[in-house]
């Protein structure tokens, strides 16, 4: 043991894991300053889905509104057919 490496060995050993943890230390801050350096996606996309929920509901709502203004005249042109069909009878009747 008087030979100065075996001594010196294993703080060598222990410097070299330190400085191996160290490196891998730095790696992961660098990996997390650089994620949280890049933009959001999930904002990005969760701000283009409420940009489409708002427009799918506005199509809804449009869809709707035309259904029941078709819905009415349909019920209108319903009527007046009936109406129609009773005045022909009417006229066939009395010939």
Do not use: C, K, W, Y
Not at 10 to 21: H, Q, W, Y
Not at 49 to 55: L, S, T, V, W
Not at 56 to 74: F, G, N
């Amino acid at each position: 043991m008087a030979d100065g490496r075996t001594d010196t060995n294993p703080i060598d050993a222990a410097f070299a894991r330190l400085d191996a943890a160290l490196s891998r230390l730095d790696a992961v801050v660098a990996r997390r300053l650089e994620a949280e350096a890049e933009p959001d996606d999930r904002d990005a996309e969760l701000a283009l889905m409420d940009e489409d929920r708002a427009r799918l509901a506005a199509a809804l709502d449009a869809a709707s509104a035309h259904l029941a203004d078709v819905e009415a005249t349909t019920g209108l042109v319903g009527q007046r057919l009936d109406r129609a069909i009773q005045t022909v009878q009417g006229v066939l009747g009395r010939a």
